[in-house]
């Protein structure tokens, strides 16, 4: 792939804001989230934090819940978290990471966490047989990769958690109704809720987005395909100025 020579400078520039941010946390100062004055986090109105990418998860579970005892104790009710480690590395969420949340919650029973998951397509969660084709679960539903199933099972248990999916329509992955019908059923069926399915805002590899058109004159023609699982679907489109919504779903 040709890449322009200033196509480098966000590149080395993103590398440079992970790596403060895993030296950052790795030495143990999440505490100075703490150190605001109580009345400026007042006089502000923070009760929600959000924090991106997978660079807290990965991180050692007393570095983890040092970041999220700093913003309990600054007066936060409800922290999220963005990972795609919950396809990348499933097993990341072992005894001693729920052991921690347990702890966690003991202490600030009060705050809630939203698990931002990233799952893009079916293949990355369940099982195939040898000719490619998705397992059936005789409990219902289709098997899930067996580590998956119970790092998303041990979330659903804990009523203080809520796990939402967000995806990318991406060209030539998952820009398939099939792809994406199975994907959402299996996540409404383990608890998963849809935050919601996007198109991105143009990158240097735009080969890989699509055009999404939405028209409202067409809304209730394909109201069917969206009833039960589909029901709870939104499509937006991030841009310049943020996520726009596309569809929501109905009240």
């Known amino acids: 792939m040709h890449l322009h020579r200033w196509v480098w400078i966000p590149l080395i520039l993103q590398v440079l804001i992970w790596a403060l941010f895993f030296i950052f946390a790795f030495f143990g100062y999440a505490e100075v989230f703490a150190t605001a004055p109580v009345d400026w986090w007042a006089d502000h109105r923070v009760d929600f934090w959000i924090l991106l990418g997978a660079g807290l998860v990965c991180l050692p579970a007393y570095h983890v819940v040092a970041w999220l005892a700093a913003l309990a104790e600054a007066g936060i009710e409800q922290i999220r978290i963005g990972t795609k480690e919950m396809a990348f590395f499933p097993d990341r969420f072992d005894d001693t990471f729920f052991d921690m949340l347990a702890k ?57 958690i809520n796990v939402d999916n967000q995806a990318p329509i991406i060209n030539g992955i998952n820009n398939d109704p099939d792809a994406l019908r199975i994907m959402q059923r299996e996540m409404k069926r383990n608890l998963v809720e849809n935050h919601y399915f996007f198109c991105g805002r143009d990158i240097v590899g735009h080969r890989l987005k699509i055009v999404v058109e939405y028209r409202p004159d067409t809304e209730s023609r394909h109201h069917p395909r969206r009833a039960g699982a589909f029901g709870s679907a939104r499509l937006g489109k991030i841009g310049k100025l943020g996520d726009i919504a596309l569809h929501r779903p109905a009240r």
């Not at 047989?129 to 119970?150: H, I, S, V």
């Open 104 to 160: 966690f919650h003991a202490i600030y029973p009060g705050v809630t966490l939203r698990l931002m998951v990233h799952f893009n397509h079916p293949d990355e969660f369940l099982k195939k047989d040898g000719k490619g084709g998705y397992l059936e679960d005789p409990a219902g539903g289709l098997q899930w990769l067996d580590n998956t199933k119970r790092a998303i099972s041990q979330l659903g248990q804990r009523n203080w």
